[in-house]
T-cell receptor
Framework: AQSVTQPDIHITVSEGASLELRCNYS??????LFWYVQSPGQGLQLLLK??????LVQGIKGFEAEFKRSQSSFNLRKPSVHWSDAAEYFC????????????FGSGTKLNVKP | NAGVTQTPKFRILKIGQSMTLQCTQD?????MYWYRQDPGMGLKLIYY???????DKGEVPNGYNVSRSTTEDFPLRLELAAPSQTSVYFC????????????????FGPGTRLTVL
């Protein structure tokens, strides 16, 4: 069963515009949720994570994400995109009774127009 | 601190050959992971380990084997390479901390690009 869905494969935004990348998860219990960024030819870097508490979490590079249990969503946002934000973004959920196994979405590739 | 290192960076195998992908971390993390990333796809978990001597299967373990004799090393073995194993392989380590302000994160290596012809 698909645990994490990122419905947008590619997104193009203009530099300075706002950004929202969508992520939906399917997991009965409270999930641990993550957003990672991957630049070309690189490994993944953690942007932010949600375990519990405040549903709006702040991350690095000016990104934030909001956990909405009612919508099973954990969308990533940034108010003003920079050209250096062009990369691929992955949402992930931790599952397994010991919360050891990570399940990644298929990714959203972000292009930034000058 | 080198973090997570992987060798080799690139490798071409013939069908039926075997090889070991090396992964080493110097952060004393108990948890280590192997993923594969196919073009245009997210990462799929192959195997993981929660400590020396303890390993478990992920989503796509078939065709692979792992061992964890030390905290630092987590090699991935391909016994009979098949074209379906052409992928980029990432190793990661993690020191889980589930508190809201905790630093639970995975640290990824640079990847090994494997082609099986």
């Amino acid at each position: 069963a698909q645990s994490v869905t990122q419905p947008d494969i590619h997104i193009t935004v203009s530099e300075g515009a706002s950004l929202e990348l969508r992520c939906n998860y399917s997991y009965g219990a409270t999930p641990y949720l993550f957003w990672y960024v991957q630049s070309p030819g690189q490994g993944l870097q953690l942007l932010l994570k949600y375990f519990s508490g405040d549903t709006l979490v702040q991350g690095i590079k000016g990104f934030e994400a909001e956990f909405k249990r009612s919508q099973s969503s954990f969308n990533l946002r940034k108010p003003s995109v920079h050209w250096s934000d062009a990369a691929e973004y992955f949402c992930a959920v931790v599952r397994g009774y010991n919360f050891n196994k990570f399940y990644f979405g298929s990714g959203t590739k972000l292009n930034v127009k000058p | 601190n080198a973090g997570v290192t992987q060798t080799p960076k690139f490798r071409i195998l013939k069908i039926g050959q075997s090889m070991t992908l090396q992964c080493t971390q110097d952060m004393n993390h108990n948890y280590m992971y192997w993923y594969r990333q196919d073009p245009g796809m997210g990462l799929k978990l192959i195997y993981y380990s929660v400590g020396a001597g303890i390993t478990d299967k992920g989503e796509v373990p078939n065709g692979y084997n792992v061992s964890r004799s030390t905290t630092e090393d987590f090699p991935l073995r391909l016994e009979l390479a098949a074209p379906s194993q052409t992928s980029v392989y990432f190793c990661a380590s993690r020191n889980p901390d589930r508190s809201p302000l905790g630093t639970d994160t995975q640290y990824f290596g640079p990847g090994t690009r494997l082609t099986v012809l």
